[in-house]
């Protein structure tokens, strides 16, 4: 994943790394399942604060992915019935993927969430042949039997 003076973090987005931020592109046959980093940056200011978490995965000084959790939102939409937080949205680059990168992203994800006395991390994906099914589903997420806009909803517990 990673080499021996280097280890990927977590930065907030900012002025100084917006470019490389919105420059991570996915493979193109996975572009069907993940909204560009523009697009989850334009959500994540469009959301009362405290709703979108967006950070930057870094190794060194390359940027090689991005994240955004959601925090305790109306799962439900109906007033908070029900609330939940999770992974919004997980881009890695193309020629970044399969070197961990994601596996770390899931982690921070759940630290964070953790760190804030969440017990559930929840994710969606769309399903296919491309899509990101078995990589949630071998870091242990479990389908909830749940669809949300049309995806299938996981959950893993942070116990």
Do not use: C
Request: hydrophobic content about 40%; cysteine-free; overall charge negative.
């Amino acid at each position: 994943m990673t080499s021996a003076s280097s280890a990927p973090r977590l930065e907030m987005i900012t002025p100084v790394n917006f470019e490389s931020a919105t420059g991570i592109r996915v493979r193109p046959e996975q572009e069907f399942a993940v909204s560009p980093v523009m697009q989850s940056l334009a959500e994540a200011y469009a959301h009362p604060e405290g709703v979108a978490w967006p950070r930057l995965i870094v190794d060194g000084e390359r940027a090689v992915g991005f994240l955004m959790a959601f925090l305790d939102i109306d799962w439900r939409a109906d007033g908070g019935s029900l609330r939940r937080s999770g992974l919004w949205r997980l881009n890695i680059a193309a020629d970044a993927q399969g070197r961990g990168y994601g596996r770390f992203a899931v982690e921070s994800v759940a630290a964070e969430l953790r760190r804030r006395g969440t017990k559930e991390l929840y994710v969606t994906w769309h399903e296919g042949p491309d899509g990101p099914a078995e990589f949630y589903l071998r870091l242990g997420f479990r389908r909830t039997g749940e669809q949300s806009g049309g995806e299938t909803v996981g959950v893993l517990s942070l116990d």
